[in-house]
């Protein structure tokens, strides 16, 4: 196991006190806050020069976590998370107890768990979600690993995680699910 535990807790003091995060995960690089603090993702907008209307997803490391953030959680929810093998964000309909301005206009948020070792290890102590969005600029292209990531956004973070900066393998997206009320799936990604 690598160690990364200065920068779990560098990064959960930055969480606690609102701040940004740059940070690897199961997917791409990452700009993170407390999905639950308004002012914090106020912050990663400003960052990305992106609109409040184009929703950011929101990691956790157990569905029972998904449970407390959304009315509820379809059974297929389960079964899908559970026999994905590659990283999946589900979209839910009825979040709560989230950052309104996290939340789309319809009133759904994405949801990816995440089973890389250290986004999983910040969700585990946290115990909050945390705001998962690429590390760029609105409508750039997406860092494929930390080398990629401008100095714009590294400038604009309250921490920078040092565990996997020297990591060069290409990084693709989730897939992207919407579970919508009546048991719809519909495939966006």
Known sequence: MEDFKEDIRGAIKVLKAGGIILYPTDTIWGLGCDATNEAAVRKIFELKRRSDSKSMLVLTDDIAKVERVVDEVPDVAYDLVECSDKPLTIIYDGAKNLASNLIAEDGSVGIRITQEAFSKKLCQEFRIPIVSTSANISGEPSPQNFSEISEEIKNGVDFIVSY????????????????SKGGIVKIIR
Do not use: G
């Open 164 to 179: 996997r900066q020297n990591d060069v393998a290409k990084s693709s997206p989730s897939s992207i699910i919407k579970l």
